[in-house]
């Protein structure tokens, strides 16, 4: 598999680009070709994503390793192929993208080509939880500022142990961030922190 190539812009269509290297035109598949047109007649780096089928070899592009690593976590999606991924990550907001399926917000999901209720709601059971790479700002604040917002006061030695016991069991810092705060009006056992989170959890 290609990680990168690097040459000379040749030719820029609606969708692809056309790289030069060493007198080989390489035809690479982009979100949005145009975000090259800065470089046209002039040498670029573009990531690349070779796809292998039957009938077909494929190279997609990406300005970055990041907008390529979040166009393979869409296609892990059920019902999302190369097409629909370009198409999602045509937006050129990946934050936006993010912050959608994190809130499953499926209206914002549907308005992308190809992407009608089943699919949107495909992607925010497979994807949620597991983007913050892509948008860390949608994630910064850590559990110690949600202790401090909370209380007052010094957290109990048992709701930290059961905050530590809900990070194991793979909740991650933005879902237990959410319920921290009513959590930490009560005052009871490790044990009965750890049910009293579940239950709230399945409300989120």
């Known amino acids: 598999m290609f990680d ?22 390489y035809q690479i598949h982009c979100p949005n070709p145009y975000i090259f047109q800065k470089e046209l007649n002039d040498e670029c780096k573009i990531y690349t994503y070779q ?3 039957e009938d077909l070899i494929r190279l997609y592009g990406f ?43 499926e209206k914002f999901l549907v308005k992308f080509p190809g992407v009608g209720k089943k699919t949107a709601r495909q992607i925010i059971l497979d994807l949620k939880g597991k983007l913050d790479e892509f948008a860390p700002n949608l994630f910064q604040q850590d559990i110690s500022e949600v202790f401090n917002k909370a209380s007052k006061n010094n957290l109990s030695k048992e709701l930290e142990e059961a905050v530590e016991a ?26 009965q922190y750890i049910k009293m989170a ?7």
């Not at 990070?167 to 005052?187: C, F, S």
């Open 63 to 105: 300005k970055t390793r990041k907008e390529r690593h979040l166009f393979e976590k869409l296609l892990n999606v059920s019902g999302i192929g190369p097409k629909g991924a370009l198409a999602i990550l045509a937006s050129g907001q990946p934050e936006q993208l993010v912050n959608a399926i994190e809130e499953e917000d």
């Open 4 to 25: 990168f190539i690097h040459g000379k812009v040749e030719f820029i269509d609606v969708q692809y680009i056309v790289i030069e290297v060493s007198g080989i035109g």
């Open 51 to 53: 796809h292998v089928r």
């Open 166 to 191: 809900l990070k194991a069991l793979g909740y991650v810092d933005r879902e237990i961030n959410k319920i921290v705060p009513q959590l930490a009006k009560e005052q009871t056992t490790t044990d």
């Open 198 to 204: 579940l239950q709230l959890m399945l409300k989120l």
